[in-house]
Nanobody, 119 residues
Framework: QVQLVESGGGLVQAGGSLRLSCAAS????????MGWYRQAPGKQRELVATISSGGSTNYADSVKGRFTISRDNAKNTIYLQMNSLKHEDTAVYYC?????????????WGQGTQVTVSS
């Protein structure tokens, strides 16, 4: 069984920084793309950033220049460094990964971690 566990969320003032982590564990043979998504109250879940197994990255326009996604393949872990946080970054942040486990590829989600930015 595969699990994604996020950590690092919390309360921060506008202009501050937070670093999120997401570790994948379980019966994992391979991991392809991994990423971060977020969902604010009353809104749909949206892409924040993704990173391929080779390290190619993609960002939402709203976070470009402020957020950085990185990956440690040896630890099956990704990170999201969030700088210059704004009130509108407040959301539950979810980790996502495409993982080959038990002889098939599947899409996995973490349980989410709350990020609250006070203005």
């Amino acid at each position: 069984q595969v699990q994604l566990v996020e950590s690092g969320g919390g309360l921060v003032q506008a202009g501050g920084s937070l670093r999120l982590s997401c570790a994948a564990s379980g019966s994992i043979f391979s991991i392809n793309a991994m990423g971060w998504y977020r969902q604010a109250p009353g809104k749909q879940r949206e892409l924040v950033a993704t990173i391929s197994s080779g390290g190619s990255t993609n960002y939402a326009d709203s976070v470009k220049g402020r957020f950085t996604i990185s990956r440690d393949n040896a630890k099956n872990t990704i990170y999201l460094q969030m700088n210059s946080l704004k009130h509108e970054d407040t959301a539950v942040y979810y980790c996502n990964a495409a993982i080959y486990s038990e002889y098939e590829w599947d899409n996995y989600w973490g349980q989410g971690t709350q990020v609250t930015v006070s203005s």
